[in-house]
């Protein structure tokens, strides 16, 4: 029996010896991992919903934001932007940094281009040394623009608008695209009309109107607009008419849009014959240069407009 034991003894030591060196062997290849490091340059991923507060990068890099933007309409085509990074564009608050971030830190990033309408991004930064940040621009259209008045058939510069004492008339301003891919605004999906009149007490502007695609139009100052400060280039007369309207050209948009402007006299008023205009463009994101805040608006706090009002002449008879 003592012979026996001896025998069962150096077996069982065998195994234990052979269990140790298949344990070392999945430690050192990897295939067992008590919480390590996460794959080289990168951190550890939170788990669950809204992620854990101990997410850590493996070593602390300094950072320079890459941001790329493309033509939405057309994504494999670059846009040459300007990107301003912020810890809260709605506060105001610019990353003093410029591009250069801090690891997993989270910013919003305003993204503008020449002829391009600005977008907004959110992005967090991974633990790379140039992490990226990708944006879409909509291309700005110079639309083809058209007055009518109410017949929709005679052109207003042929035959101007007639409105009599208290009375009312309709123009019709019709847009259409001009180039395959561009836009009337963009992200907001706004666009900003403003009627300039020769003589502010002739007209009645609790009474007028306008329209776009057959959607009723917002008056400009309860449009909710992060600015609500006319544009330069719409106050060359006396503003006495301003709206805000939904609405855009889609790609390959073929559809002329109608926008439908009501004037109305002021009670017991002829208006004179007088040549108004209208001014049209999209609302965009902006920087506004006292606050700091960036928000979507028709025009700056200087009064300059955030991208080229369109206008064209609406005589009145």
Same mark, same amino acid.
Not at 52 to 68: E, G, K, R
Not at 115 to 122: A, G, P, R
């Given at each position: ?5 001896? @025998? #069962?003894?150096?077996?069982?030591? &065998? ?8 344990? =070392? ?5 990897? @295939? @067992? ?23 850590? *990068?493996?070593?602390?890099?300094? /950072? ?13 085509? %670059? ?14 608050? !610019? ?6 971030? /801090?690891?997993?830190?989270?910013? &919003? ?31 700005? &259209?110079? !639309?083809?623009? =058209?007055? #009518? ?27 259409? /695209? ?38 009723? *139009? ?26 805000? *309207? ?11 849009? &109608? ?11 002829? !208006? ?6 209208? #001014?049209?463009?999209?609302? %965009?994101?902006?920087? %506004? ?5 960036? =928000?979507?608006?028709?025009?700056? %706090? ?16």
């Amino acid at each position: 029996m003592q012979f026996e034991n001896v @025998i #069962y003894m150096v077996k069982k030591n &065998d195994y234990l010896i052979i269990g140790v060196v298949v344990l =070392a062997l999945a430690f050192a290849t990897g @295939i @067992i991992n008590l919480g390590g490091a996460g794959a080289v340059g990168g951190a550890q991923q939170p788990s669950g919903a809204g992620g854990a507060a101990s997410v850590s *990068c493996p070593t602390i890099v300094s /950072q320079t934001l890459s941001n790329t933007t493309y033509d939405a309409d057309k994504p494999t085509t %670059d846009v040459a932007n300007t990107a301003t990074v912020y810890l809260s564009a709605a506060n105001g608050q !610019p990353y003093p940094g410029g591009l250069s971030t /801090q690891q997993l830190g989270t910013y &919003d990033v305003l993204m503008t281009a020449s002829n391009y309408f600005s977008t907004l991004v959110k992005t967090t930064t991974s633990c790379s040394a140039t992490p990226s940040v990708v944006g879409y621009l909509k291309g700005v &259209d110079t !639309p083809t623009a =058209a007055l #009518y008045n109410a017949n929709q058939i005679t052109l207003n510069t042929a035959s101007p608008l007639a409105v009599g004492a208290s009375g009312s008339a309709v123009a019709h301003l019709k847009l259409s /695209q001009t180039v395959a891919y561009k836009h009337l605004t963009g992200e907001s999906g706004k666009l900003c009309v403003f009627v300039n009149v020769a003589n502010a007490s002739e007209w009645d502007a609790t009474q007028s109107s306008a329209v776009f695609n057959g959607v009723p *139009c917002t008056v400009f100052a309860n449009s909710g607009l992060g600015n609500a400060i006319v544009p330069a280039a719409a106050v060359n007369g006396t503003n006495k008419m301003g709206y805000i *309207c939904n609405g855009d050209f889609a790609a390959n948009d073929g559809t002329i849009y &109608d926008m439908a402007i009501k004037m109305a006299a002021a009670s017991g008023v002829n !208006p004179a014959a007088t040549n108004n205009t209208i #001014y049209y463009g999209g609302a %965009d994101y902006y920087k %506004d240069s006292i606050t700091g805040k960036v =928000a979507t608006g028709c025009g700056t %706090d200087a009064g300059a407009a955030i991208q080229t009002l369109r206008s064209i002449n609406l005589e009145v008879s």
